[in-house]
């Protein structure tokens, strides 16, 4: 959905369903519910108020910041979703950090290495004394390209069934404990290869004399919104 703010002070709401949406409406049996809804700020620069200042910064974001047209594919929309936070001085967002892949981000066919233990973290700047309440992560959504990989968690806990659309399949794994720092989530899963033929191996790869395929997990805290996004490589 978006919001085009016209030189007549009219708010226009340009509103789709997301293909899901759409799926979901079209089967007619009663199961389309809108119970929540978000917003984003996919579209701001916030440095035009580190550069201008908090008066003039808004003032030129709100008059020249164009507004994307809303997506109807829901992986693309709500990058940047907004948050309510009950702290009012906060001033540091949580991040998502990837704090360890078993043998690196490099998966060597030849050599057997078809599988990673990674462990994900909730995390906030040093002197923060802890992660709000309310932006604790219990949960974390992780995406990846089902053609090259798959995913399970490492230790016992939830994980919901894994969705697929456009090749990115998604799952939401429950923290299992608190981060190493005591502030945030914490989980382990374990990441492996798909077990595909050369032929496949050399469609979809760089080609050349080192061929190889890059592909990418992306996480993200469902309270905090923060996400992070890894970066494997596939040798063959």
Same mark, same amino acid.
């Given at each position: 959905?978006?919001?085009?703010?016209h030189? @007549?002070?009219n708010i226009?709401?340009? %509103? &789709?369903? *997301? /293909?899901?949406?759409r799926a979901t409406l079209a089967?007619n049996?009663?199961?389309?519910?809108i119970s929540k809804f978000?917003?984003g700020?996919d579209e701001?620069?916030y440095?035009t108020?580190r550069?201008?200042?908090?008066?003039?910064?808004k003032e030129k974001?709100s008059?020249?910041t164009?507004i994307?047209e809303a997506?109807?594919?829901?992986?693309?929309?709500?990058k940047?979703r907004?948050?309510s936070v009950?702290?009012?001085?906060l001033?540091?967002l949580?991040?998502i950090q990837?704090?360890?892949i078993q043998?690196?981000?490099?998966f060597?066919?030849?050599?057997?290495?078809t599988?990673?233990h990674?462990?994900?973290?909730? @995390?906030?700047?040093?002197?923060?004394? %802890? &992660?709000? *309440? /309310?932006?604790?992560?219990?949960a974390f959504v992780v995406q990846?390209?089902?053609?090259?990989?798959n995913?399970q968690?490492?230790?016992?806990?939830?994980?919901t069934?894994?969705?697929v659309?456009n090749?990115?399949?998604s799952?939401?794994?429950a923290a299992?404990?608190?981060?190493?720092?005591g502030?945030?989530?914490l989980v382990?899963?374990?990441i492996?290869l798909?077990g595909?033929?050369?032929d496949?191996?050399d469609?979809?790869?760089t080609?050349?004399s080192?061929?190889?395929?890059?592909?990418?997990v992306?996480?993200?805290?469902r309270a905090?919104?923060a996400?992070?996004?890894q970066?494997f490589?596939?040798?063959?």
């Open positions: 959905m978006g919001f085009l703010d030189s @007549t002070n226009i709401v340009d %509103a &789709v369903l *997301t /293909d899901t949406g089967k049996d009663g199961s389309f519910v978000a917003f700020d701001i620069d440095s108020i550069k201008f200042g908090t008066t003039v910064g974001i008059k020249n164009p994307f997506q109807t594919n829901g992986d693309l929309a709500l940047y907004l948050l009950s702290v009012p001085d001033i540091v949580p991040l990837i704090t360890h043998d690196g981000s490099v060597a066919r030849s050599e057997g290495l599988q990673k990674v462990t994900i973290e909730q @995390t906030i700047a040093a002197g923060i004394i %802890a &992660v709000p *309440t /309310d932006l604790v992560d219990s990846w390209d089902n053609r090259f990989l995913i968690r490492q230790t016992s806990g939830g994980m069934t894994k969705t659309s090749n990115v399949a799952v939401t794994v299992s404990n608190q981060s190493s720092s502030q945030g989530g382990d899963i374990d492996s798909n595909f033929g050369d496949y191996y469609t979809y790869s080609g050349g080192n061929p190889e395929i890059k592909t990418q992306t996480i993200s805290g905090s919104g996400s992070v996004t970066e490589t596939i040798k063959k």
